[in-house]
Structures are given as C-alpha cells and as structure tokens.
T-cell receptor
Framework: NAGVTQTPKFQVLKTGQSMTLQCAQD?????MSWYRQDPGMGLRLIHY???????DQGEVPNGYNVSRSTTEDFPLRLLSAAPSQTSVYFC????FGQGLRATNEKLFFGSGTQLSVL | GQQLNQSPQSMFIQEGEDVSMNCTSS?????WLWYKQEPGEGPVLLIA?????ELTSNGRLTAQFGITRKDSFLNISASIPSDVGIYFC???????????FGTGTRLKVLA
C-alpha cells in the first residue's frame, strides 16, 4: 500500500523556471492538499481540493497553481519560480466523511519534495 | 491568516520524564491531529481527536480535545530516546476544509 507518493524528492531550479511537483494517492481520498514547510514556521497550506474538479486556496497560494482532474492525482505547478519558494513541500490526503462534520478524517502525508530556487 | 500557538517551542528532558505540550488559538476547530516528524521525512499521525473533551491514548501518548474547541494537549509519559523529533498539532478549522498547523515542539531526550 503506497499511500501518498510525491515526486521528485529533490529539485533545483533557476529563478523564472517552471516545474510541476507530482502527488498521487491510492487510498481513494476525496481530500488532497499541498503544504510548504519553512524553518520555524510549521506547515502552511498552499491549495487544497475536496474532489475531482474542485480546488481552493489556502494560506499562501500566490505563485502556485493546482488542478484536480482525477481523484488520485493533485499536481502543484510553479509557473515562474522565485527564491522565496525555496522550501520543503508536502502533499497530504484524507478521507472526508459527512461533509464538514468530522468523524474519522485523518490527514496522511507524503515524504516531501525539497525544492531550491537559485 | 489563522495561527495555532504551540508551546513550548523546544525542550530538553531526561529519559523517563513526562512531557506536555499544547496548542491554543482564538479560532474553533472540529478536529485535532497530533503528528511527529523526523528529519527528512513527512509528518506521521500519532493521535486524532474529533469531539470536545475527548481524551485519547496511543501507547505512552495521550491527547485531549479542549472543551472550548480552541485548544488541545499532548502528553508523553516516561520518555525514551526514540521520542526525539518535532511534534506538530493540526486543527481542522470549523466551517472550512482547512487544516492549520502549529509551529512545532522540538523534543530532545537526554539518556
């Protein structure tokens, strides 16, 4: 059981380059999300999705795009990378029961992508 | 944006001691999750809480969902060296699909 799979593990970009961070889950979770982790700042929500075709912004969405064409995949796109986007990126997914009424939701994380923008 | 205040930021403890950490906010949460993260890895879920006042254990770990739904606590009893790591709380903000994370508690255990 693979869980949440992120690729690549490491990436170095030059300022202005574009790239896509991949995230896939095999647990049939409706909910998927992207976080960035910076030293001393915990994890901050970038974008999230509650199902195929539905995405929404988190706390720090600027500079990032997402789409959700299938239940399994939730790629994160950097259209023009900036040094401020140097960070560790985590994808996470969860089952969501009864709409917003929490019953058994648990957020599972991938192993992360370490991104450096020079 | 929304913030979760997590304390302490870091702590050194002797092996065998009990540890307490907490997360507080001015916002209301529907779910609290507690995670442990080790270097180079993603956060691993330790405990999940879904109801105000709920007390849940996982081995030597015990967590509680605050009555006001604005806070949560994690206790680790009889700490051992492998408890070293960073512990995060996360709350599902009421009325949203957004999980908000605390800034973490770095735990170091002295043998």
């Amino acid at each position: 059981n693979a869980g949440v799979t992120q690729t690549p593990k490491f990436q170095v970009l030059k300022t202005g380059q574009s790239m896509t961070l991949q995230c896939a889950q095999d647990m049939n979770h409706e909910y998927m999300s992207w976080y960035r982790q910076d030293p001393g700042m915990g994890l901050r929500l970038i974008h999230y999705s509650v199902g195929a075709g539905i995405t929404d912004q988190g706390e720090v969405p600027n500079g990032y795009n997402v789409s959700r064409s299938t239940t399994e995949d939730f790629p994160l796109r950097l259209l023009s990378a900036a040094p401020s986007q140097t960070s560790v990126y985590f994808c996470a997914s969860s089952y969501f029961g009864q709409g917003l009424r929490a019953t058994n939701e648990k957020l599972f994380f991938g192993s992360g992508t370490q991104l450096s923008v020079l | 944006g929304q913030q979760l205040n997590q304390s302490p930021q870091s702590m050194f403890i002797q092996e065998g001691e009990d540890v307490s950490m907490n997360c507080t906010s001015s916002s209301i949460f529907n779910t609290w999750l507690w995670y442990k993260q080790e270097p180079g890895e993603g956060p691993v879920l330790l405990i999940a809480l879904y109801k105000a006042g709920e007390l849940t254990s996982n081995g030597r770990l015990t967590a509680q969902f605050g009555i006001t739904r604005k806070d949560s606590f994690l206790n680790i009893s009889a700490s051992i060296p492998s408890d070293v790591g960073i512990y995060f709380c996360a709350g599902l903000l009421s009325g949203t699909y957004k999980y908000i994370f605390g800034t973490g508690t770095r735990l170091k255990v002295l043998a």
